[in-house]
């Protein structure tokens, strides 16, 4: 292989092969989501942090099988989305969720859980959850859902969507009257399918529209919203009656 030369301070240097140059400004260029994991099923948590560090484009920050360090566990090593379930010894996930959102509300926080109750549903969305995933989801859909919520999304299944979109229309009384936030034609296409819990991939093959251009539609509601998550505009388009 022929040997290239770059110019670093005035002083040549052989790179052999160029690829040991590239390969660590590759790392550098893609973006990694890190992942914070709080799970008391030892197996369950050490296939989460197996999944999370062997996935391009992820990386597992922690794992621990309870809440009892949870703020100094955030501070010692930063993350952007935590995955949380919901029963654990201790505090419970609804109440660290509470906690995380205080002290770190730019984390995004994905409630795990085997239930499928209207309770803890409609208690994790309202402590802060971004998103809600029950543990039988695939690894793949566990993925998605992370680069989902992270995006700014709000993963969650159909049917816990459904649930969600049934509690907000009993627990929240609707605002009168009901008010204009200016949100165009097809902004309001987009909300609609937030409401039912649909991802900005699902939303955009629904749609006939790319995927980054959800994000952007997405990203002028919340601005017109005066709201910073999908939890947040979702309740707001049912309370205010938007859509």
């Known amino acids: ?19 040991i140059l590239i390969r660590p400004l590759y790392k550098i260029i893609i973006s990694v989501i890190r992942v914070t994991i ?23 920050t922690g794992a621990y099988p309870d809440c009892s360090d949870l703020l100094e ?3 010692e090593n930063p993350c952007d989305v935590v995955l949380m379930d919901i029963e654990m010894p201790g505090m419970n996930g609804i109440d660290a969720t ?11 926080i994905l409630i795990q859980t085997v239930f499928h109750e209207d309770e803890y549903i409609f208690n994790a969305i309202c402590a802060g959850a971004s998103g809600y995933i029950l543990k039988s989801t695939s690894p793949d859909g566990y993925l998605q859902a992370i680069k989902d919520v992270q995006a700014g999304g709000s993963p969650m299944t159909p049917g816990i969507a459904r649930r969600v979109l049934e509690l907000f229309k009993t627990n929240l ?3 009168s009257p009901a008010k204009d936030y200016n949100l165009t ?9 937030l409401v039912t819990g649909k991802s900005y991939k699902m939303i955009a093959a629904e749609l ?3 995927t980054d251009t959800v994000k952007s539609h997405v ?25």
């Open 208 to 210: 006939f529209l790319a």
């Open 38 to 60: 709080f799970e008391d099923n030892k197996h369950l948590r050490e296939t989460f942090k197996f999944l999370l560090s062997n996935a391009e484009g992820f990386t597992c």
């Open 185 to 193: 034609t097809q902004e309001k296409k987009v909300l609609q399918l």
């Open 98 to 108: 509470k906690l995380v959102k205080q002290h770190f509300p730019d984390i995004h």
């Open 1 to 19: 292989m022929k040997l290239q030369k770059i110019e670093v301070k005035n002083h040549p240097i052989s790179l052999l092969p160029a690829f």
């Open 219 to 243: 990203g002028k509601i919340y601005e017109k919203l005066h709201v910073h998550s999908g939890t947040g505009a979702v309740s707001k388009a049912i309370r205010d009656k938007i859509v």
């Open 73 to 75: 566990s955030l501070a």
């Open 173 to 175: 009384q609707p605002a």
